[in-house]
């Protein structure tokens, strides 16, 4: 079994910085961090920032410069680094990713659980 764990959220000043880790643990035999999403209160989830299989990265313009996404597939993490934090970015954020594991050799998209992010003005 395969479980996605993010961590870093919490209550913060607009301004301010967060940065978000999602670590992957179980039988796992390769991980490839694919992107950070969050969804606030009374709206859809959307994506803020992505891998893509080519390495390529993008994100959402409402982050851009703001924040940076990171990964050590070696490591089965990745991270978001938030700077600069405004009221807007408050909500849950989750972590995707495609694992492969071992027993089944199969690959998941993984979600995480979220984790909670809200920024005061």
């Known amino acids: 079994q395969v479980q996605l764990v993010e961590s870093g959220g919490g209550l913060v000043q607009a301004g301010e910085s967060l940065r978000l880790s999602c670590v992957a643990s179980g039988n796992i035999f390769s991980f490839n961090a694919k992107g950070w999403y969050r969804q606030a209160l009374g709206k859809e989830r959307e994506l803020v920032a992505e891998?893509?299989?080519?390495?390529?990265?993008n994100y959402a313009d409402s982050v851009k410069g703001r924040f940076t996404i990171s990964r050590d597939n070696a490591k089965n993490t990745m991270y978001l680094q938030m700077d600069s934090l405004k009221p807007e970015d408050t909500g849950v954020y989750y972590c995707n990713a495609d694992i492969r594991v071992v027993s089944t050799m199969s690959f998941y998209d993984s979600w995480g659980q979220g984790t909670q992010v809200t920024v005061s003005s």
């Open positions: 891998i893509t299989r080519g390495g390529r990265i």
